[in-house]
């Protein structure tokens, strides 16, 4: 970058609004919900990021989840650059793609234990460049091999941008306060039933009525796009049940958090008994991105052979992508998972557990009513004093006492998601140095958030 191109983030964001919609390429980074200019990062090391005007931030976001290991880690970098040094892309298959598919299929499964048998929900992967790709190539292969229209899915979760699936999806059209999109259709809209997370009476109710259309459920593994609301205990499991009972397919959007609650995703935590009594039960499709391409743009789709192999060219299912199985990311894909070992989960645990605690103490010092949200490494904060079990109740939070806690993290060298509807993220390589300018930075944020005002 020479001297003439440096400007400051503004500038950047000035020029970048020219250009581009926004000024951005995805809707949350314009800083919509907390104010403000948006920071136009440069280069990413180890627990921080560094913006345009040479300005470092602790980060908590990790690129929204892949940075599992910290950014650029020197392993995955070498991996990348031989891959890049044997073509960028060749628009054919490469033995690389068979061995990413393998090192998945082998973490999703759960050893037998005596008392309850293997279980293995991935037998066949599909490889894609975006975990909307994934969501969308899901959708339609349910509806295909059930010959079913109807989708059911949950208030307040985000499967990608596709049609069918931004009613009511929260993440980014929440912070918008958007209620949809424009440009999708009624008759697509229509084809999507929108349940309130958690409530399986709902579910029971609307396949009652519906059952014999209804193609497939898809929820996340747990929610993590209205900020973290996990699942209640054995709810994945009987969304599992009353799919299988009415001839519908479950489809597990693990986009989030597959590899990265755990070495086998959140369906790993349950069928391991770890989260709540998830044990006997499998999804039959999982949707994987972030981790599973190291950061590059790579997704997956994965499950029983049966479904599966309706995708063309076996079966009558269309799903096709140049860039799918690129190289270069199912580089970067094989080199995090086969370095994210035990030791790197646990480590990510503890951090998640003493920030979520210290942010806790925080807001308490300061009289801030709040709940922390948690969902294995994932969590969030809830300005409301229960813990919201659903899309209704987090939309009732004070959520303007966001703002300035957002911004005076920010000016003390910490970068939190730009919305209170995001997860926050740790990496393995958050140290203690890191970790210290973080809880330095907490007593002022929480007493901006104290002093705000809705009128504000």
């Known amino acids: 970058m020479t001297t003439a191109t440096l400007l400051t983030n503004a500038e950047y964001f000035d020029r970048a609004k020219k250009s581009i919609p926004g000024g951005v390429n995805s809707p949350v980074r314009a800083f ?3 104010g403000g200019t948006p920071r136009f990062m440069v280069s990413a090391q180890g627990p921080y990021i560094t913006d345009a005007e040479g300005r470092q931030f602790v980060d908590l976001i990790c690129s929204w989840g892949p940075a599992l290991l910290g950014h650029s880690h020197p392993q995955v970098v070498d991996a990348v650059r031989a891959a890049v040094g044997r073509g960028l892309s060749f628009g054919a298959s490469t033995p690389a793609e068979t061995e990413l598919a393998e090192l998945v299929r082998a973490r999703v499964s759960v050893p037998a234990d005596g008392a309850h048998p293997a279980a293995a929900p991935i037998e066949k992967i599909r490889m894609v460049s975006t975990g909307t790709e994934a969501t969308m190539t899901a959708i339609r292969l349910a509806r295909g091999f059930t010959g079913r229209d109807l989708l059911v899915k949950f208030a307040g979760h985000y499967h ?7 009613a009511e999806a929260g993440s980014g059209l929440a912070t918008l306060s958007l209620p949809g999109s424009a440009g999708v259709t009624a008759a697509t809209a229509a084809q999507t039933l929108v349940l309130p997370y958690n409530d399986l009476a709902a579910v029971h109710a609307m396949f009652a009525e519906h059952g014999p259309n209804i193609a497939a459920i898809i929820v996340e593994a747990a929610a993590a796009n209205m900020g973290v609301v996990a699942p209640n205990a054995g709810f994945n499991r009987e969304l599992a049940g009353i799919a299988h009972q009415n001839g519908s397919l479950l489809i597990l959007d693990e986009v989030l958090t597959g590899f990265r609650v755990g070495a086998a995703g959140w369906w790993g935590l349950e069928a391991a ?3 709540a009594d998830g044990l006997g039960w499998t999804p039959d499709l999982i949707a994987f991105g972030k981790i599973v391409g190291g950061g590059l743009p790579l997704a997956a789709l994965g499950g029983r052979a ?5 995708l063309a060219p076996l079966g009558p299912v269309y799903q096709a992508g140049t860039l799918s199985g690129n190289p270069v990311a199912v580089a970067a894909g094989i080199a995090t998972l086969k370095l994210a070992d035990a030791t790197i989960y646990s480590r990510i645990d503890e951090l998640a557990a003493l920030l979520s605690n210290e942010v806790s103490l925080a807001f308490a010092a300061e009289g801030v009513e709040h709940s922390v949200q948690r969902a294995g490494n994932l ?6 004093s229960t813990v ?3 899309y209704a109740q987090v939309k009732t939070q004070e959520s303007f006492r966001y703002r300035p806690f957002f911004h005076s993290m920010l000016d ?4 939190l998601p730009p919305s209170v509807f995001e997860s926050w993220f740790v990496s393995a390589a958050h140290d203690d140095t890191a970790v210290n300018r973080i809880l330095a930075a907490l ?3 929480a007493k901006a958030a104290a002093s705000a005002t809705a009128a504000g």
Do not use: K
């Open 32 to 34: 919509g919900s907390v």
């Open 160 to 166: 990608g941008h596709s049609d069918g699936l931004l």
């Open 273 to 275: 008994g770890t989260v």
């Open 306 to 310: 049966d479904v599966m192999d309706m």
């Open 379 to 384: 969590f969030s904060f809830a300005f409301m």
């Open 388 to 390: 919201p079990r659903n």
């Open 412 to 415: 003390a060298g910490v970068s």
């Open 443 to 445: 007593p002022a944020a």
